[in-house]
């Protein structure tokens, strides 16, 4: 007994390491989306994505909600997620970070995308072709410090328009961020600013639900386009994975044609491969204005 006990004991901890590696769960696709509207409304829209993908690629795929823009970069920056639906801005943040990343998808119409500026109908400024300089010394909200839609494109287009900044064309000493399109839009129709900016598709989405009267929040000016959201893969994948595993999820991506599942996304348009160098320009205007290092 006094070689066969530790014998036995040996055989008994290799069995239990075998049981262990044996039943090791198999990594998951995490993914992660700016929080650019309501996070009900995210969770149960980026579920539909995460059902599409595990049929498609076979793994197990899971959404991660995040706080605001800059936990959506950092969650993706150190690898929490392998995947990212990201505004324009924050889609190239988060891959001046991550050396491989890729740009791998896009709605067809976010080549060419492009923001509302909207008023309360109490300032009386009417809908116009050119920058409304009417909105000087009124009170405006950005939406995300780091949107593309909500702040660095209109930020750009307000100093193009005016020569001034934001804080000396508007009223208050600081640029305001409602945080989201969809506070924008509600924040403008209280009256509790008297314009803003957002995204077209999330003010469109919101008429069409009833969330807000096109006759009390008013769209006054219609921005020239821009190249904005993107879904952007962390080269993690390909470790994960395996080799081509980043291909077939674009694949996934630009392959899906399900009607309910784009309006979903608010891309009933469908979606289109992308890549890094469509965003460029973003990245050179973000140097400029401050927001990129």
Not at 47 to 59: I, M, S
Not at 218 to 228: A, G, H, L, N, Q
């Amino acid at each position: 007994m006094k070689t066969l006990f530790p014998a036995l004991l040996f055989s008994l901890l290799a069995l239990a390491s075998c049981g262990s590696d044996s039943g090791g769960k198999a990594p998951a696709l995490r993914f992660c989306a700016i929080p650019d509207q309501n996070a009900t409304e995210l969770e149960a829209k980026y579920g539909q994505v995460a059902d599409y993908l595990a049929q498609e690629l076979g793994v197990e795929v899971e959404f991660v909600p995040t706080a605001d823009y800059g936990a959506s970069v950092d969650a993706f920056r150190n690898g929490d997620v392998q995947l990212a639906w990201f505004g324009g801005l924050t889609g190239v943040r988060a891959r001046s970070y991550v050396p491989g990343a890729r740009a791998i998808a896009q709605g067809k119409v976010d080549p060419l995308f492009y923001s509302y500026f909207i008023a309360n109908a109490s300032t009386r400024i009417e809908p116009g072709d050119d920058f409304p300089m009417a909105l000087k010394g009124h009170t405006f909200t950005f939406g995300s410090e780091s949107s593309t839609s909500g702040r660095l494109m209109p930020e750009y287009f307000i100093r193009e328009a005016t020569g001034m900044s934001p804080t000396e064309f508007f009223a208050g000493e600081e640029m305001n961020f409602s945080g989201s399109h969809d506070k924008t839009a509600l924040l403008v129709a209280e009256g509790t600013f008297d314009a803003g900016v957002l995204n077209y598709k999330v003010y469109d989405a919101m008429v069409a639900e009833g969330k807000i009267d096109p006759e009390v929040c008013r769209v006054i000016w219609k921005t020239p386009t821009y190249p904005d959201y993107n879904w952007t893969a962390h080269p993690i994948l390909e470790e994960e994975f395996g080799a081509g595993f980043t291909d077939r999820l674009q694949a996934a991506l630009v392959g899906i044609h399900d009607p309910a599942l784009l309006e979903a996304l608010q891309r009933p348009e469908g979606m289109i491969p992308a890549a890094n160098e469509d965003f460029a320009p973003l990245a050179e205007l973000a140097k400029t204005l401050g927001l990129l290092r």
